[in-house]
């Protein structure tokens, strides 16, 4: 089971993370937001790709769900941190940041 803090900590030490707030969500972003976390600290919601999102809730339902409206269709999925491993975490948190980093930071 994953928490609030351990979504923190995963995202702060990808390379330039900050965090901010972002309406009444905490957002951690590099070049662009890459995940924003519910003020309840319940969910969290992830920029991935549409193709990565449907494996994802492919694979583990009860961890990932799509968002549920325009957002959800360009790939922000919903992670269920109660239903997720630090593991499951780790690697969407990464996925996310590798596509919110411009394309200099990747070259």
Wanted: net charge negative; with cysteine; aromatic share 6%.
């Amino acid at each position: 089971m994953a928490i609030a803090a351990d979504l923190r900590r995963l995202a702060l030490v990808l390379p330039g993370t900050t965090e901010t707030p972002h309406f009444e969500r905490a957002a951690f972003k590099v070049d662009r937001i890459f995940v924003t976390l519910a003020a309840d600290e319940l969910t969290a919601n992830l920029a991935l790709t549409p193709d990565e999102q449907e494996f994802k809730c492919q694979l583990a339902p009860d961890v990932f769900q799509s968002v549920d409206n325009a957002w959800g269709r360009k790939g922000w999925t919903t992670i269920i941190l109660a239903n997720a491993t630090e593991a499951d975490l780790a690697a969407a948190l990464a996925m996310a940041h590798i596509h919110a980093m411009g394309k200099t930071r990747r070259a």
